[in-house]
């Protein structure tokens, strides 16, 4: 376990290894969970004893929804949610398909790619082969 006190949290943590060009999510070392969003207690059987993984960045799609905006506001977006090959549910986007294209059960990669602020974020793409 950390020094919480003196460690900065985990969100900070997962942003700082993003800027680094690094994916991780948290396992719990107590009763082998894989987590997100991080967190600073396992949501499974409440140890602190969460360290970092690279997962497999596999994931498939489990719903998806289309924002509408103008053209002149950016035109539409797509917001995911991802199930992790690791049993996690993230928040994202797919690029490199037209919105059309993305359906729940597509199966993607996760890569880091730039987010609506402008800094690094969690984004995915379809995987090679699949349908």
């Known amino acids: 376990m950390t020094d919480m006190k003196n460690s900065p949290g985990p969100d900070a943590v997962f942003a700082a290894k993003l800027a680094e060009g690094v994916f991780e999510i948290q396992k719990c070392g107590a009763c082998g969970a894989h987590v997100f ?32 905006r103008k053209p002149e506001r950016g035109g539409d977006y797509n917001v995911v949610l991802v199930d992790l090959e690791e049993g996690v549910r993230m928040m994202s986007r797919v690029d490199g398909i037209t919105h059309d294209e993305i359906a729940a059960g597509l199966k993607v990669r996760a890569s880091i790619g730039e987010g609506a602020d402008g800094g690094p974020a969690v984004v995915f793409r379809p995987e090679r082969g699949a349908s």
């Open 37 to 68: 969003h991080p967190r600073v207690i396992c949501p499974t059987c409440g140890s602190a004893d969460l360290g970092w993984v690279a997962p497999t960045a596999r994931g498939t799609i489990y719903a998806r929804t289309v924002v509408r």
